[in-house]
């Protein structure tokens, strides 16, 4: 074993030991430390990581978190996050994840991106893209139109159509959803967060109905090999309109979190942009999935998924609270809040539907296409 391997075993010098957190991001922070020139670095602190942006490329560091089943604790857990990270992400940015590349640490105690001292850390290296570029920002502008939806769709389509199927059964997909909706609500009712306690009760019993009354939706989901391993955080932030569009930041950490229906990815985007004030993306969205996949989801499946994502995502919001360098509290709050009133307008939609008579009735709603009162909404968790 050559002196540079001793963090795969999680022994090290004093000097590479000594070396936390917070002085890595100090180093990182420094144009001076990076093997390319660049004018500056921007940093960004993410719930589970930092990442640093010089002229040309973006370089994530993970946090030592280890909390809510996910650890990132060890050295050598981290480097094993990132190859995952790396292989995984490369399915929909193959141009933009480069590669990785340690953080080391010489005997005097001075830190290097791919120095030959011991390496302490490792970094995932990308390719910046433009700002201007990503979906988020389109939506801001008003740029973004049917043909940009439509590219988005065309770009996963023969993903979801060539990703693994999972192997689960109709009830084990239940159980999982019913899982996930008992989580949120069990972690959004706690006390010291504030919240509604009866409203966050009246979401959970809703979704959870549907699963129960309804679930056949979700059966024939699973019984026509409809659950893959997708993306699982399929937001605009994370993807960008270059040609072809690049999706990036799939959550690498679970694979039972990519196991998804592609609806769901879908719906998720959706609820996301209906939060960002352009609640007419959906159409466009599963007009183009429809079209290029060859599947017509009922409308009361999608808005079940969209209020199913929107409850989950609260639940990731409000953890931010137990953290408290990822700011103010309040900010938090208010997206929890946020995301459970999108779960609210999206469940009355829902009985809408099945009111109606789900299947049956027309695939978009009318006010979908006029567009509605939705505001932009506080920055969603990363």
């Not at 936390?20 to 660049?38: I, M, N, Q, W």
């Not at 939706?217 to 994370?238: S, Y």
Request: hydrophobic fraction near 40%.
């Amino acid at each position: 074993m050559t002196r540079h391997e001793r963090d795969d075993v999680g022994v090290l010098p004093v000097a590479a030991q000594a070396q936390g957190l917070a002085a890595k991001v100090a180093f990182l922070r420094r144009p001076d430390s990076y093997p390319e020139p660049t004018s500056r670095v921007d940093t960004i602190e993410a719930h589970m990581s930092w990442l640093f942006l010089t002229d040309h490329h973006a370089y994530k560091l993970k946090k030592p978190f280890r909390r809510n089943g996910i650890d990132y604790s060890t050295p050598a857990l981290r480097r094993l996050s990132c190859r995952r990270e790396l292989r995984l992400n490369r399915r929909l940015a193959p141009n933009v994840y480069l590669g990785m590349v340690a953080m080391t640490v010489d005997a005097a105690g001075r830190m290097a991106i791919g120095g030959s001292g011991d390496r302490i850390d490792w970094l995932v290296r990308m390719r910046r893209l433009p700002a201007a570029l990503a979906l988020e920002h389109g939506l801001a502008a008003g740029t973004v139109g049917s043909h940009e939806a439509r590219r988005i769709v065309a770009w996963l389509v023969p993903f979801f159509a060539a990703a693994a199927r999972a192997s689960i059964t109709p009830p084990a997909y239940r159980r999982r959803l019913s899982k996930a909706i008992a989580a949120a609500a069990a972690e959004l009712a706690r006390p010291e967060f504030g919240l509604m306690p009866a409203g966050i009760g009246a979401c959970a019993a809703a979704l959870g109905d549907f699963v129960a009354v309804h679930g056949e939706l979700l059966d024939a989901r699973v019984r026509a090999g409809r659950i893959v391993e997708g993306h699982g955080d399929l937001r605009p932030e994370h993807i960008y309109l270059t040609d072809p569009p690049t999706i990036m930041d799939c959550i690498e950490f679970d694979r039972n979190l990519r196991l998804r229906d592609p609806v769901e990815e879908l719906a998720f985007l959706a609820m996301e942009c209906d939060r960002s004030g352009r609640p007419e993306l959906d159409a466009w969205l599963f007009a183009a999935y429809r079209e290029l996949a060859g599947d017509d989801p009922p409308r009361a499946l999608v808005e079940y998924y969209k209020a199913h994502n929107a409850f989950v995502r609260a639940r990731i919001a409000i953890w931010h609270l137990d953290d408290p360098d990822t700011g103010p509290r309040q900010h938090w709050v208010d997206c929890a809040n946020d995301y459970l009133d999108h779960t609210r307008q999206h469940l009355a939609r829902l009985r809408q539907q099945l009111e109606a008579g789900s299947n049956e009735v027309e695939r978009v709603p009318r006010g979908d296409r006029q567009g509605s009162d939705i505001k932009p909404a506080p920055r969603a968790p990363r």
